[in-house]
C-alpha cells in the first residue's frame, strides 16, 4: 500500500549536500616519533628522549613540566603528546617550536638585549631583509635556498605603517600546499619576527624530487565532479555561474606537493577548486600520480552571526543581527534565546529553526510559481530599507513577547519568524498568512508596509493568536483576533494609541493613522469615511461574511475602545500581561466581545482579587462601551443517533469496494456492477475516493477514470458523470450537499459544492486560498486538494497539497483547512485547523464525528521521529480548541486512517502491519470523545486502508444531481508548479503522496 504521507522539500529548500567527513589526524603519537617528520628545532629524535629522561617525564606524559637551561641550551616540556621546544640561541634568537605540527615561531630575546631580528636600510625592501635571515638561520629552518624554495605570497600592510610578508614553501618550483613562513616588520622597518609552519624534513625533498604528474589536470577535474555527483551536491550549469556574481570561468586545477599533517607522507597532488553552485566552493586533492581523491571539503568559510548598522525606511540608524555565510551575508538572525544549535549554514538557508529570518518576493505574487528569495550583501551592508526594517521589526516583536510576556516567539515554542517584503506591485497592504508575515510596498493609500512597527507587531501577533485562542476570523471573534493585533501593536510600538500613523498617506487618512484606539471613529463620521470604526455596541455594524468576514476590521473599534480604556487605567505593562493572559488561557475559537470581558476580568481576579482595582477597571472599560456581563457561547448539541443497523464499508488493497452490515467479516459490494464500469478500481490517488448516501447508504465513488459512478447495495446503478475530471467525493451529514474535487494534471485548488436541498438544485464552484489576516487578500499556494469531510452543511474541511513558492525560500507541505459554503465563491471564507506546524510535520485525512461536528480526528505524521514512531492521529474540539495529540500513537511506518462509529461509542482505527496488510480495529470512546478507553481489538479484517461507516438523515432527492455533475469540471487553471522545463505531469509526479 502507498504511505500516508512523503516529506517533499521543506521551508527555504535547496538541494541537500552530503560531505565526506574531514579526515581526522592519527592518534597516539609520541614527541620522538614526531621529531622523526623534520622537528625544525636544532635536536634529533635521540636528543629529545634524553631531554625528557632528564626532566623525569616519559614521552606523552600527560602533566607538564619545564626544565631551565643556561644560555645556548635547549628546554622542552611536555603537555600531552605534543612537544614544545624553546630554543635560546647565542644572539639573543629565540626559535619557539611546537614538533608535532611544524610550527616554528622565531622572535628576538628582548630579556637578553634583542629587540630585531633585521633592519630594512635604504634602498632595501622588506622581502630582501626577510629572505637574507632565513639565509642566516638555514639551520633552524632547513630552507636550502632562500630565494628559489620561498615564494611571496602576498603582502599585508597595517594602518600603523607595519608590514606583513607571507611567504609559500616550494620545493623544486612546486609550491608545498599550507607550508608558509610569515615575516612581520614594525613601522620602522624592522623585522620583529617569523611565523612558520615548513617541512624541514630532508627524506621528504628528496622523495619529492622523484614525483611526477601522470594525471592531466582535465582528469582530475572530471574525478572531482564525478564525486560531487556521487554525493548529492546541488550542481547548477557553469552558463548561469558565469552570469551570477561570481562570474565564475570553472574548476581550477593547480600542482601542489602535499600532506594531510606533518609527519604523513608527501604527495603530488593537483589542488583542485570547483563551485557546483553558486554558495558552495569546494577543494579537492587529487593523487597526480595515480587519480586518487585523498582528501576534501567544502571550503564555504566564515560562517557565523554577524552585526551590522543600516538605515530603515524612517531613516533611523539600526543593528541589525545577520549571519555570514562564506562571502555572502543573510538578514538571518541566529543571536536569539530561540536559537537551536546544531545547525549547518546549508541548513539555515534551507530551513531555519529558531531563528528570524527576512526573505524577498522582488515583487512578485505570493504563490506557487514564484520565487522567494533571500535577502543577502557580500559586504554586510543593507541599502534596502524595507529589507532592514522588517528585519529589525521581527527582532523587537520577539524581544517585546520574550521579556514582557516571558513567550517564546509567536508559537510560543521558538518557532522561525520569517517576513517577506516587497510582495508584488504596488499593494496597499501587509498580512499575516498563517505561515509568515508579508509586506507590500504600497500604492495609492499607503507607503512601504514594512515602515511601520505597530504594522508588523499587529500582523505577528496574528501568530501569537493563532497558536493560542486560534479566534475564528469572522464577525465577533474575528474582530477580537484584529483587536489583540491591535492592541499588541500599541504595546510594542508604545509612543501613542494609533496603528498604522507611520505608513498611511495623509490624502487617504486624514488623521493620519489608519485606526486609533483612543478615539475609533479617527476623525470621520461613519461607514463611508476611511479608518472610520464603531467606538460603542450602539455603533456596531451588522455585515455579512462576503463584507470583511463580517466587519473583522470594523467591529474591532469597540473591543479597541475598551482596551485604551484599560491600558489608560493601569498602565501599559499591567493591561498587557491582563491582555495577554486572556488571549493565552482564556478565550476559546468563537469567543464574543461578552466572552473577551470576562476572559479578561477572570484573568484580573485570579492576578489581583475580586473587585481589586485591576479588576473593577476591566468592568468598567467594557461598561463604557456598552459590553455588558458575559454569557459564554453554548457548544452545538449532538445530534440524533442514527436507527437501524450499521454498515461499514471500505476500500480493499485490491482497490475495489466492499461492504458489509454485521460488523465482521467484507462482503463484496456488488462486484457484477462495479466491474462493469471500472474493473472495480478506484482512484487509488485519492483519500476520499467515495461517500456514502446518508439516506439511502448507496455509494457514490470515482473510479480510476477519474469519473463518478453509483453502485446502490439493491438494484443497479452505474456511470452517473462521465466528465475524467474528479479526484474526491463526499456527502454532507443530511445528504443536501455533495463536494468534489477536481482531478488535473497541473495545479488546480478548486472544490464543486453541489447543493441538492433547493429547487432547483445549485452548484457552486470555489477557488480555495490560503486565509491571510488582509481583508480580500488570499494567498495562491494551495496546489491540490484531496480530502474531504463535512463537519455540518455549511462546513467542509479538507486537506491540500501547498507550496509557498520556489527558489531558496520554498516550502511545501499538507495542512487541515475548512471551508464556508456559505461565503460567496468570488471571497470564499477558509479558516486553518492548526496553527503552523514545524517543517518536519504534515497533517491529513481530517474525520468528523458522527453525532457532533466539533470533534474530528486527523493523521499527523512527524518525520524528524524515527521510522517506526512517524505515525498518530490526534483528536480535536473546534469549539473549545482543545487537542489530544496523544489520541492514537499508531506505532509503526504504515498510514492508519480513522472514522467514528454511528453513534460515537468507539473509534475505529484501520492499520497496516509488515505481515497481514490493513486491518480494521476497533476501541471505546470516553464521553468527551477525546480519549480512548482500553485496548483496540479487531473489528475487521482485510477490510481495506480506509473504512467509512454510513450515517443516517433526511431524505434528499437526488434527481438532478446527474445534470449538476456533467459539465464539471471546468478547464483547469494551468501554472508551471516549479517553474521550469519539466512538463507539469513530472511535477505532479513529484508531489508527496498519501
Same mark, same amino acid.
Given at each position: 500500500?502507498?504511505?500516508l504521507?512523503a ?7 535547496l538541494a541537500?549536500?552530503t ?8 592518534r597516539?603519537r ?10 625544525p628545532?636544532a635536536i ?6 634524553a631531554?625528557a629522561t ?6 606523552g ?5 619545564t ?9 622542552q ?11 635560546i640561541a ?12 611544524g ?21 632595501q625592501?622588506?622581502e630582501?631583509?626577510?629572505r637574507e635571515f ?6 633552524v629552518l ?6 628559489a624554495?620561498?615564494?611571496?605570497e602576498r603582502v ?6 607595519s ?6 614553501q ?6 608545498f600546499?599550507g607550508?608558509?613562513?610569515?615575516a ?7 623585522l620583529e ?5 615548513i617541512s624541514?624534513?630532508a627524506?621528504?625533498?628528496?622523495a619529492a624530487r622523484?614525483a ?9 577535474v572530471?574525478?572531482v ?7 548529492g ?6 552558463a548561469?555561474?558565469?552570469?551570477s ?11 601542489h606537493y602535499?600532506?594531510r599533517?606533518?609527519g604523513?607522507?608527501t604527495?603530488?597532488?593537483w ?5 557546483p ?11 597526480a600520480t ?6 576534501y571539503y ?7 552571526p554577524?552585526?551590522a548598522n ?6 533611523q540608524s539600526?543593528t ?7 562571502s555572502?551575508?543573510?538578514l538571518?538572525?541566529?543571536?536569539r534565546p530561540m536559537?537551536?544549535s546544531?545547525?549547518t549554514?546549508?541548513?539555515l538557508?534551507?530551513n531555519?529553526?529558531g ?11 505570493a ?10 550583501s557580500n559586504?554586510?551592508s543593507?541599502?534596502?530599507r524595507?529589507s532592514?526594517?522588517a528585519?529589525d521589526y521581527?527582532a523587537?516583536?520577539?524581544?517585546y ?6 513567550r517564546n ?5 521558538g ?5 517577506i517584503?516587497?510582495?508584488d506591485q ?6 499575516w498568512?498563517?505561515?509568515f508575515?508579508l ?7 499607503? !507607503?512601504?508596509? @514594512?515602515?511601520? *512597527?505597530?504594522? =508588523?507587531a499587529?500582523?505577528?501577533?496574528h &501568530?501569537v493568536t493563532?497558536?493560542? $485562542?486560534?479566534?475564528e476570523?469572522?464577525n465577533q471573534s ?7 493585533s ?5 504595546m510594542v ?5 494609533r496603528?498604522g ?7 487617504s487618512?486624514?488623521?493620519g493613522?489608519?485606526r486609533?484606539?483612543q478615539?475609533?471613529h ?8 476611511n479608518?472610520?470604526?464603531p ?8 455585515l455579512?461574511?462576503?463584507q470583511d ?10 473591543p !479597541?475602545?475598551? @482596551?485604551?480604556? *484599560?491600558?489608560? =487605567?493601569?498602565?501599559?505593562?499591567k493591561? &498587557?500581561?491582563?491582555?495577554?493572559? $486572556? ?5 476559546l ?8 470581558r ?8 485570579a492576578?489581583?482579587g ?10 468598567n ?8 456581563s ?5 457548544p452545538?448539541p449532538?445530534d440524533p443517533?442514527?436507527?437501524g443497523s450499521?454498515q461499514?464499508?471500505?476500500?480493499g ?5 466492499y ?11 456488488r462486484p457484477?456492477i462495479i466491474? @462493469?464500469?471500472?474493473g ?8 476520499k ?7 439511502t447508504?448507496?455509494?457514490?465513488f470515482?473510479g480510476a477514470?477519474?469519473n463518478?459512478?453509483f453502485?446502490?447495495?439493491t438494484?443497479s446503478?452505474?456511470?452517473i458523470a ?5 479526484a474526491?467525493?463526499?456527502?454532507s ?14 495545479k ?6 453541489i ?9 457552486l464552484?470555489y477557488?480555495?486560498?490560503?486565509p491571510t ?9 494551495i ?12 462546513l467542509l474541511?479538507f486537506?491540500?497539497?501547498?507550496s509557498s513558492?520556489?527558489?531558496?525560500g520554498a ?13 460567496p465563491?468570488?471571497s470564499?471564507?477558509?479558516y486553518?485547523l492548526?496553527?503552523?506546524q ?10 468528523v464525528?458522527?453525532l457532533?461536528?466539533?470533534i ?7 518525520y ?6 512517524k ?7 473546534l469549539?473549545?480548541?482543545q487537542i489530544?495529540?496523544n489520541?492514537i ?11 467514528y462509529?454511528?453513534d460515537?461509542s468507539?473509534i475505529y ?8 496488510g490493513?486491518d480494521?480495529?476497533?476501541a ?5 470523545r477525546m480519549s480512548?478507553t482500553?485496548?483496540f ?11 467509512h461507516?454510513a450515517?443516517?438523515?433526511?431524505s434528499i432527492?437526488k434527481?438532478?444531481?446527474i445534470?449538476?455533475?456533467l459539465?464539471y469540471?471546468?478547464?483547469p ?9 519539466r512538463s ?8 508527496p503522496t498519501?
Amino acid at each position: 500500500m502507498k504511505p500516508l504521507f512523503a516529506r517533499s522539500a521543506a521551508i527555504l529548500v535547496l538541494a541537500a549536500v552530503t560531505l565526506p567527513a574531514f579526515a581526522m589526524p592519527p592518534r597516539g603519537r609520541t614527541p620522538a616519533a614526531a621529531s622523526k617528520s623534520g622537528s625544525p628545532v636544532a635536536i634529533d629524535a635521540k636528543g629529545l628522549q634524553a631531554v625528557a629522561t632528564a626532566a623525569n617525564l616519559k614521552p606523552g606524559a600527560k602533566s607538564a613540566r619545564t626544565v631551565f637551561a643556561s644560555r645556548g641550551r635547549s628546554l622542552q616540556s611536555f603537555s600531552g603528546k605534543v612537544a614544545t621546544t624553546h630554543r635560546i640561541a647565542k644572539d639573543g634568537v629565540i626559535v619557539t617550536s611546537e614538533t608535532r605540527r611544524g610550527v616554528t615561531n622565531v622572535a628576538p630575546d628582548e630579556s637578553r638585549g634583542g629587540r630585531s631580528l633585521g633592519k630594512t636600510l635604504p634602498g632595501q625592501t622588506p622581502e630582501a631583509v626577510a629572505r637574507e635571515f632565513v639565509r642566516s638561520r638555514k639551520d633552524v629552518l632547513a630552507i636550502d635556498d632562500a630565494d628559489a624554495d620561498l615564494m611571496l605570497e602576498r603582502v599585508e600592510y597595517g594602518n600603523d605603517g607595519s608590514a606583513h610578508l607571507f611567504f609559500t614553501q616550494q620545493l623544486h618550483g612546486i609550491p608545498f600546499w599550507g607550508r608558509q613562513i610569515a615575516a612581520h616588520f614594525d613601522k620602522t622597518g624592522s623585522l620583529e619576527s617569523l611565523s612558520c609552519l615548513i617541512s624541514t624534513d630532508a627524506n621528504t625533498k628528496v622523495a619529492a624530487r622523484g614525483a611526477t604528474a601522470l594525471i592531466p589536470a582535465a582528469s582530475a577535474v572530471a574525478a572531482v565532479q564525478k564525486q560531487m555527483v556521487h554525493d548529492g551536491v546541488q550542481i547548477e550549469s557553469l552558463a548561469s555561474l558565469k552570469a551570477s556574481p561570481l562570474k565564475y570561468e570553472g574548476a581550477t586545477a593547480v600542482l601542489h606537493y602535499w600532506q594531510r599533517e606533518i609527519g604523513d607522507a608527501t604527495h603530488l597532488v593537483w589542488v583542485v577548486e570547483d563551485r557546483p553552485n553558486i554558495r558552495d566552493w569546494y577543494r579537492f586533492f587529487v593523487d597526480a600520480t595515480s587519480g586518487e581523491i585523498l582528501e576534501y571539503y567544502n571550503n564555504t568559510q566564515s560562517d557565523g552571526p554577524a552585526t551590522a548598522n543600516a538605515t530603515n525606511l524612517l531613516g533611523q540608524s539600526k543593528t541589525l543581527r545577520t549571519y555570514q555565510v562564506g562571502s555572502t551575508y543573510y538578514l538571518i538572525d541566529t543571536t536569539r534565546p530561540m536559537f537551536q544549535s546544531g545547525q549547518t549554514s546549508s541548513q539555515l538557508i534551507q530551513n531555519p529553526q529558531g531563528s528570524i529570518v527576512t526573505l524577498d518576493l522582488r515583487n512578485e505574487p505570493a504563490n506557487s510559481s514564484s520565487q522567494i528569495f533571500h535577502v543577502t550583501s557580500n559586504n554586510n551592508s543593507w541599502s534596502d530599507r524595507t529589507s532592514v526594517s522588517a528585519h529589525d521589526y521581527g527582532a523587537v516583536a520577539y524581544e517585546y513577547f520574550r521579556t514582557t510576556q516571558n513567550r517564546n516567539s509567536l508559537d510560543g515554542s521558538g518557532g522561525s519568524i520569517l517576513s517577506i517584503v516587497h510582495l508584488d506591485q504596488n499593494l496597499d497592504n501587509a498580512y499575516w498568512n498563517g505561515q509568515f508575515m508579508l509586506y507590500g510596498d504600497g500604492g495609492s493609500l499607503f !507607503n512601504a508596509l @514594512a515602515r511601520g *512597527l505597530d504594522v =508588523a507587531a499587529h500582523e505577528m501577533t496574528h &501568530g501569537v493568536t493563532q497558536h493560542s $485562542a486560534n479566534l475564528e476570523y469572522k464577525n465577533q471573534s474575528g474582530a477580537l483576533n484584529e483587536s489583540f493585533s491591535d492592541v499588541f501593536g500599541m504595546m510594542v510600538d508604545s509612543d501613542d494609541y494609533r496603528m498604522g500613523e507611520d505608513v498611511v498617506k495623509p490624502s487617504s487618512f486624514p488623521s493620519g493613522a489608519l485606526r486609533d484606539l483612543q478615539n475609533p471613529h479617527n476623525g470621520g463620521s461613519g461607514m463611508e469615511d476611511n479608518g472610520w470604526q464603531p467606538a460603542h455596541m450602539n455603533e456596531f455594524v451588522q455585515l455579512s461574511l462576503s463584507q470583511d468576514n463580517g466587519g473583522v476590521h470594523v467591529n474591532s473599534g469597540i473591543p !479597541n475602545k475598551a @482596551a485604551y480604556n *484599560l491600558t489608560n =487605567a493601569l498602565g501599559r505593562t499591567k493591561a &498587557g500581561s491582563i491582555y495577554y493572559k $486572556a488571549l493565552t488561557t482564556k478565550l476559546l475559537k468563537q469567543s464574543n466581545f461578552a466572552d473577551c470581558r470576562k476572559a479578561l476580568e477572570d484573568v484580573a481576579i485570579a492576578d489581583y482579587g475580586n473587585n481589586s482595582t485591576e479588576h473593577n477597571a476591566v468592568k468598567n472599560a467594557f461598561a463604557n462601551v456598552g459590553i455588558g456581563s458575559a454569557g459564554t457561547s453554548t457548544p452545538p448539541p449532538d445530534d440524533p443517533a442514527p436507527s437501524g443497523s450499521d454498515q461499514y464499508f471500505g476500500v480493499g488493497e485490491d482497490n475495489r469496494l466492499y461492504y458489509s452490515n454485521d460488523g465482521t467479516t467484507y462482503s463484496e459490494l456488488r462486484p457484477e456492477i462495479i466491474n @462493469a464500469f471500472v474493473g472495480g478500481q478506484f482512484d487509488t490517488g485519492s483519500a476520499k475516493p467515495y461517500t456514502i448516501d446518508p439516506v439511502t447508504g448507496d455509494a457514490f465513488f470515482v473510479g480510476a477514470d477519474h469519473n463518478i459512478y453509483f453502485a446502490p447495495i439493491t438494484g443497479s446503478g452505474g456511470l452517473i458523470a462521465n466528465t475524467s475530471g474528479f479526484a474526491s467525493i463526499s456527502f454532507s451529514p443530511s445528504g443536501r450537499k455533495l463536494a468534489l474535487t477536481v482531478f488535473s494534471s497541473v495545479k488546480d485548488n478548486r472544490i464543486v459544492i453541489i447543493d441538492l436541498g433547493v429547487e432547483p438544485s445549485v452548484s457552486l464552484t470555489y477557488s480555495v486560498y490560503h486565509p491571510t489576516t488582509a481583508a480580500g487578500v488570499y494567498d495562491d499556494t494551495i496546489y491540490r486538494i484531496d480530502a474531504l469531510e463535512w463537519i455540518d452543511d455549511q462546513l467542509l474541511i479538507f486537506d491540500c497539497f501547498n507550496s509557498s513558492g520556489t527558489g531558496d525560500g520554498a516550502r511545501q507541505y499538507w495542512d487541515i483547512n475548512i471551508l464556508d459554503t456559505n461565503s460567496p465563491p468570488g471571497s470564499p471564507l477558509v479558516y486553518p485547523l492548526l496553527a503552523a506546524q514545524p517543517d518536519s510535520v504534515d497533517v491529513g485525512n481530517p474525520v468528523v464525528s458522527t453525532l457532533n461536528g466539533t470533534i474530528i480526528c486527523f493523521d499527523y505524521l512527524d518525520y524528524s521521529l524515527p521510522v517506526n514512531q512517524k505515525s498518530y492521529v490526534w483528536s480535536a474540539n473546534l469549539y473549545t480548541g482543545q487537542i489530544n495529540a496523544n489520541f492514537i500513537t499508531v506505532g509503526n511506518d504504515f498510514a492508519a486512517v480513522c472514522d467514528y462509529a454511528p453513534d460515537d461509542s468507539m473509534i475505529y482505527l484501520s492499520r497496516g502491519t509488515a505481515s497481514d496488510g490493513y486491518d480494521a480495529y476497533g476501541a471505546s470512546l470516553t464521553s468527551d470523545r477525546m480519549s480512548v478507553t482500553g485496548n483496540f481489538q479487531t473489528a475487521l479484517t482485510d477490510g481495506g486502508y480506509f473504512n467509512h461507516f454510513a450515517k443516517r438523515g433526511s431524505s434528499i432527492s437526488k434527481g438532478n444531481l446527474i445534470n449538476y455533475l456533467l459539465g464539471y469540471p471546468q478547464t483547469p487553471e494551468t501554472v508551471d508548479f516549479n517553474d521550469d522545463a519539466r512538463s507539469d505531469a513530472a511535477d505532479v509526479a513529484d508531489f508527496p503522496t498519501k
